[in-house]
């Protein structure tokens, strides 16, 4: 996905073509149909026209689903949603917003309180470029751990648009998979499984054998790492600790259970 | 497996440090011994969970705890030291909601007591300690001082934490405790290269996250955020970037040659484990630190300088 281009050129030299309604703040928050520009308008014999003659029309969401709210507050990962009171300072300090505008974690965690599905379908392509540094949990006011929230917001997605996770969000799954796969199944994780699988998963096989990753590889089977991932193993009875967490997770009552229905 | 002696700790070692960060785990453990600790890792220990786990409710818990579990089992130590950033904040993040929250403990001991592999149940009395920390409040910057027979006079280094060191407080307890870091603007790691000699460069960046974690899956965003902490570096005038956690390694080290391919030479800037410094300040060898093992070529820059 290529990162986001927020500057709109200049062309011609001279004043740039006004967009429709462009200098509003969080724009791409505001539909299209939803802004009304008059070319002249008066109101009470005062003109308006110019910077001041556009208007959003109001959008009125009266179906709230509240027993959405809770199914997202039952998760271990989501069980802090009712605190926040939308003050911003998550988005304020992501460090993926700048790159991609359309993120914005305290709007997600806004539609996902009002349960409303059919804003947050929008955002599937950049819901999860999430990349868990945790500066809006450090910073928010109420501990509402947004970073942790994200992880809630992909669950929600993952039950509810399982067409669009495969479409969309198909390598962020299957790289999500094989993580899981590798970290329950053998307790362990090869890191260079992992890499040739997703390179592999993505699509890029050709790029597996390109001069960079070739040079990577021979560098670790000369200074003898690549045999040390051999050596990795399992821990001793994990296969105990495996079942059992099976078991729970097979047994879990929430939202988080959702891995069966995909 | 005999019971620690006073002067040993508990070590976790963790996955990337056991395979391809082996150069991070081994000064890790020449530095601190060189300190007067010895690491002693845990039997059996198995994967944190990587951040990964973190939808999947008390198991993404019951991963790291039961390396706590080992710890006190095994070693008979309630705290446990590791290297890893991302470690740290699993086992921190596991410990702190535990403490907080009565239902995630027993979903926690539930399974536990389903795996049967220890008789007793846990019970949330030790911490994770991330390896700078535990240097700097177990032996300190005096300890350091002391030690430094090859000081690294001349050398720019960057110093680069990361996120998961100091973030968030909630589980890492910075600002919070008095012996732990700042948690926007850490200095320990700072006190201790001053220590060993070398200048520490400002280019702030330090805390800032290097899309690690989203490394395979959205490789685009990682470069992006990598490149721009490396040229920052170089700016300001460092000749290196030391760093603190694999993850931030797998991002700047082992992507740089196709970060410098995207964003040009402004993006390329050895990188080299704090302890690879320390333990060649400590009068280890070259080869000893290993610093052959990072692809970004740190040894080119060290010759120069005549380290």
């Known amino acids: 996905m290529a990162i986001e281009k927020h500057d709109k050129e200049n062309s ?8 429709k309604g462009e200098h509003i703040v969080a724009r791409h928050l505001i539909e299209d149909d939803n802004i009304k ?8 014999g005062v003109d308006v026209s110019g910077r001041w ?20 507050k039952k998760t271990v990962a989501g069980s802090r949603i009712n605190r926040c009171w939308q003050c911003g300072m998550c988005t304020a300090s992501c460090t993926v917003t700048p790159l991609y505008r359309r993120f914005n974690p305290r709007a997600f965690i806004y539609m996902m309180q009002l349960g409303n599905l059919k804003e947050l379908k929008k955002y599937i392509d950049v819901a999860w470029r999430c990349v868990g540094c945790y500066k809006c949990s450090q910073r928010c006011p109420k501990q509402v751990n947004p970073a942790e929230m994200m992880e809630a917001l992909a669950l929600v997605i993952k039950k509810y648009f399982p067409e669009e996770v495969k479409t969309k969000l198909k390598l962020d799954e299957e790289v999500k998979k094989i993580y899981e796969d590798m970290i329950i199944g053998h307790g362990r994780l090869d890191l260079a499984k992992l890499h040739t699988y997703a390179i592999q998963k993505s699509g890029r096989t050709k790029e597996l054998l390109g001069k960079i990753e070739r040079d990577a590889i021979f560098k670790m089977v000369k200074d003898g790492r690549a045999f040390s991932v051999l050596r990795l193993g399992k821990p001793h009875n994990w296969s105990s600790s495996k079942e059992a967490m099976e078991n729970y997770l097979r047994k879990l009552n929430t939202i988080e259970n959702t891995e069966a229905g995909v | 497996m005999d019971k620690l002696k006073e002067n040993q700790a508990a070590y976790y070692p963790g996955c990337a440090l056991l395979t391809i960060d082996r150069a991070y785990n081994n000064s890790s453990k020449l530095v601190s011994k060189k300190m007067g600790i010895e690491l002693v890792e845990i039997p059996d220990y198995n994967c944190c969970g990587i951040g990964e786990m973190k939808s999947k409710g008390a198991a993404s818990m019951y991963m790291p705890l ?13 705290n446990l030291v590791m290297a890893c950033s991302v470690c740290y904040h699993e086992f921190s993040r596991s410990i702190a909601r535990v403490k907080e929250n009565q239902n995630e403990l027993s979903a926690v001991n539930e399974i536990f007591k389903e795996a049967g592999e220890f008789n007793e149940e846990y019970i949330p009395d030790g911490e994770a300690r991330h390896i700078l920390e535990f240097l700097y409040n177990e032996k300190g910057v005096e300890e350091v001082k002391k030690n430094v027979v090859k000081p690294l006079k001349g050398l720019k280094v960057a110093p680069y934490y990361g996120c998961l060191y100091s973030r968030p407080s ?9 012996k732990m870091d700042n948690s926007e603007r850490p200095r320990f790691m700072h006190e201790f290269l001053e220590a060993l000699g070398a200048e520490t460069v400002f280019y702030g960046n330090e805390v800032q996250c290097c899309g690690g974690r989203n490394v395979v899956q959205d490789e ?26 694999p993850k931030c390694a797998g991002a700047l080290d082992v992507n740089q040659p196709k970060i410098v391919e995207k964003f040009g030479k402004d993006s390329e800037l050895p990188i080299v484990y704090l302890t690879q410094l320390m333990a060649l300040a400590f009068g280890f060898s070259k080869k000893e630190a290993e610093f052959s093992d990072m692809i970004s070529e740190p040894l080119k820059v060290l010759n120069e300088k005549g380290f």
């Open chain 2, 220 to 245: 685009e965003t990682s470069f992006t955020l990598c490149s721009q902490t490396i040229s920052k570096a170089k700016k300001a005038g460092a000749d290196v970037i030391a760093l603190i956690c």
């Open chain 1, 37 to 44: 520009e008059e070319k002249n308008l008066v109101i009470d």
């Open chain 1, 53 to 72: 003659n556009t208007f959003i029309i109001s959008r009125v969401n009266s179906e709230f689903d509240r027993s959405f709210f809770e199914e997202i």
């Open chain 1, 12 to 19: 011609g030299g001279g004043r740039p073509v006004a967009e």
């Open chain 2, 66 to 78: 039961r390396n706590m579990m080992l710890a006190k089992n095994r070693l008979g130590s309630k």
């Open chain 2, 170 to 178: 909630m589980y890492t307890f910075t600002d919070k405790k008095p």
